[in-house]
């Protein structure tokens, strides 16, 4: 079992910057990759940004230049720094992370609100 617990999100305004947290827990050694995926009100859930195991990253079209994924594997936690924030951004955000340990399956963190908005 993986546990994924986010923190981070809040209201912003248009330029403005967060950083989102997620603290991962449990079985991690079959963790092959970890990402960002937001889903806005009404809209299907897409990937914002992910990182891959040997620390290769992929970011969707409207987030890059933006957003930067990043990890911190002494303390298990994956970030996802947002930087000049648009009213466009503002969606759900959840944490991933895909475990191939046994059979591949997908672990979701709770979703953190993130609103820009003046």
């Known amino acids: 079992q993986v546990q994924l617990v986010e923190s981070g999100g809040g209201l912003v305004q248009p330029g403005g910057s967060l950083r989102l947290s997620c603290a991962a827990s449990g079985s991690l050694f079959g963790i092959n990759a970890m990402g960002w995926y937001r889903q806005a009100r009404g809209l299907e859930r897409e990937l914002v940004a992910r990182?891959?195991?040997?620390?290769?990253?992929d970011y969707t079209d409207s987030v890059k230049g933006r957003f930067t994924i990043s990890r911190d594997r002494p303390k298990n936690t994956l970030y996802l720094q947002m930087n000049s924030l648009k009213p466009e951004d503002t969606a759900v955000y959840y944490c991933?992370?895909?475990?191939?340990?046994?059979?591949?399956?997908?672990?979701w963190g709770q979703g953190t609100q993130v609103t820009v908005s003046s």
């Open positions: 991933n992370a895909h475990n191939i340990a046994n059979y591949p399956r997908d672990y």
């Open positions: 990182i891959t195991r040997d620390d290769n990253t």
